[in-house]
């Protein structure tokens, strides 16, 4: 009986010291992770002043090649939670930008943003997303499903992170809340042709408009029924309170752009969602340094749509020269 205390105490001493010994090893790995990460910020060229961030319906509707001294950051399915921690990163390590130009239409208030962090349909992208630009404290705001946070910041932090341990070599940085190939990023020949092609189109019909037509329903029911109806983001709501405290105390100008949408598609909208959305923006705007830029209505031809809520490459022309004229900047001219 004896032995069998005495080899149980030996193999809990051995578990013991391995027990101590990983976590040494992690907390290590997890300082080092740290440093690299914060060591190396997402750092504009100095003459970019103007900012572009939100969901698909800016990364696909805004050519900042258009605009001189911009840049478009959006990213499919961006919740403003993390066009919001976007936003502080990228101020906070660029102080030249004076204008924030942040999409604000009706599904970036809706419910389904309160699952972005919880659901399996968005929650591994949204954390691989958020864990190098998010505070420890803040992690509550955005209602994770903590078994699959742990489980990737485990990937991220605690083990080594070869993503940014490789930016350390290379010229052009890679970062997970930015797209590799930002969108629109071309030649100014091609944006050239972009222009004239838009305003050379007439309002014929468009017939991959209405074979998407089918999908309509289906979209909107995503955008404002998925699990609840008819309510408002507490998630975003929370988030946007601190994207105008933050640019009020950075003195920077806040720009909300609700981009434009097909009419079918704004006549699916409750209209108790557009109500909310409509004293939201009163709001929020009675700040001086937040203004509001509608565009929902602005772009009626069918031929200007990818689909019913996403404009096409020319229908981004013109919402792009709607914005420059509301920001009071200048367009590009092109040779």
């Known amino acids: 009986m004896k032995m069998n205390k005495d080899g149980f105490r030996f193999y809990f001493k051995k578990l013991l010291l391995f027990g101590i010994a990983l976590w040494v090893v992690l907390s290590i790995c997890s300082i080092v992770n740290r440093i690299v990460i914060d060591a190396q910020p997402y750092i504009l060229d100095s003459n970019i002043k103007t900012v ?17 001294n911009s840049i478009n950051v959006g990213q499919a399915f961006e919740p403003l939670a993390i066009s919001f921690l976007k ?55 955005i209602k994770p499903d903590w078994q699959s946070l742990i489980v990737n910041y485990s990937k991220n932090i605690i083990v080594p992170n070869i993503q940014y341990i490789a930016n350390l070599f290379r010229t052009n940085k890679v970062y997970p809340f930015i797209e590799k190939k930002l969108s629109f990023d071309i030649d100014e020949s091609k944006v050239d042709s972009l222009i004239r092609t838009s305003y050379a189109i007439n309002d014929l019909p468009n017939l991959k408009l209405n074979k998407a037509r089918k999908k309509l329903d289906k979209i909107t029911d995503v955008h404002f029924n998925y699990k609840s109806s008819e309510g ?39 209209k108790k969602v557009k109500q909310k959305y409509t004293n939201t923006v009163k709001r929020i705007t009675k700040n001086q340094h937040v203004h509001h830029i509608d565009l929902s209505k602005k772009v009626d031809i069918d031929l200007l749509y990818r689909n019913h809520d996403h404009l096409n ?15 009071e900047l200048p367009l590009a001219t092109f040779q």
């Open 52 to 68: 572009f961030l939100g969901d698909s319906h800016i990364k696909g509707g805004v050519i900042f090649k258009m605009i001189p």
């Open 87 to 141: 936003a502080r990163h990228i101020v906070d390590n660029n102080p030249q930008i004076d204008k924030l130009v942040v999409g604000f239409s009706y599904n970036n208030l809706s419910t389904i943003n309160n699952y972005f962090f919880n659901d399996p349909r968005w929650r591994g992208e949204m954390f691989k997303r958020s864990y190098p630009i998010i505070a420890y404290d803040e992690l509550k705001s």
């Open 232 to 270: 408002l983001s507490l998630s975003s709501l929370e988030f946007m309170r601190k994207l105008v405290a933050y640019t009020k105390r950075k003195q920077i100008d806040l720009y909300l752009v609700s981009m434009p949408m097909h009419r079918d598609y704004l006549a699916k909208v409750p």
């Open 313 to 327: 490459a020319l229908g981004a022309v013109r919402a792009t020269e709607m914005i420059a004229k509301a920001l």
